[in-house]
């Protein structure tokens, strides 16, 4: 399949999508404008992911704009040559900086190529990202939807997608990553797009975008 490059593309996605499964119709009429959400590839884009983690969407971008004001530019090799209290002075967790240093040296010593690994097939490029310490399915799935255009990941560990689940579909309570993936089986080979529709339906029902690139 072709990337997820335009909002033609996620509009045909979404009709594929309704007519694999009927209860997405209901959700896609209540979830308003879908955002493409995309980023280019690479480092600049990949730390802000990894610094999406676990907090809402705000304090991600505050954090990630006192880092790159400190940081300039953006570069593993910057990153690199930082001393510990300018990401201290961004905000940055412990464990977060480590990965974001990691991500560097990988680049920087090893030869990782991020725009390379969109091009690899899902579960290439998810070894390829999650043998980096630090960094979780989660953090290599949103790099592949926003960054890559994969049609086909889905990042159930993501908390909006299982708070939009468990609330569209009627589950009495949020399903796990486990039971998300299970859930979503059925939306192959769509799933990124599926990923698009339900946080845009969190952002309605919660107020909120949810704290991902893009």
């Not at 694999?20 to 884009?45: C, H, M, N, Q, Y």
């Not at 630090?134 to 592949?144: C, D, H, Q, R, S």
Request: hydrophobic share 45%; proline share 6%.
């Amino acid at each position: 399949m072709r990337p997820i490059n335009s909002d033609d593309d996620v509009t045909a996605g979404l009709d594929a999508l309704c007519a694999l499964d009927a209860r997405l119709s209901d959700i896609r009429k209540r979830a308003g404008d879908i955002p493409l959400r995309r980023s280019p590839p690479g480092f600049e884009s990949l730390v802000s992911i990894i610094v999406s983690q676990q907090v809402s969407r705000a304090s991600a971008q505050a954090i990630f704009d006192r880092l790159a004001g400190l940081l300039h530019p953006l570069s593993p090799l910057v990153v690199l040559e930082a001393d510990d209290r300018i990401f201290r002075q961004a905000g940055l967790s412990r464990p977060k900086q480590k990965t974001i240093v990691a991500t560097a040296r990988a680049i920087a010593a090893d030869g990782l190529d991020l725009q390379a690994v969109c091009s690899l097939n899902a579960n290439e490029a998810m070894a390829g990202l999650t043998a980096i310490p630090g960094i979780g399915p989660w953090t290599a799935e949103v790099y592949l939807l926003v960054c890559a255009g994969h049609p086909d990941v889905f990042p159930a560990k993501d908390i909006a997608l299982q708070a939009a689940v468990a609330d569209a579909i009627g589950h009495d309570a949020r399903p796990d990553d486990k039971a998300l993936y299970a859930i979503a089986e059925s939306w192959k080979p769509w799933r990124s797009v599926a990923a698009r529709l339900l946080w845009a339906y969190y952002r309605e029902l919660r107020g909120r975008e949810a704290a991902i690139g893009g």
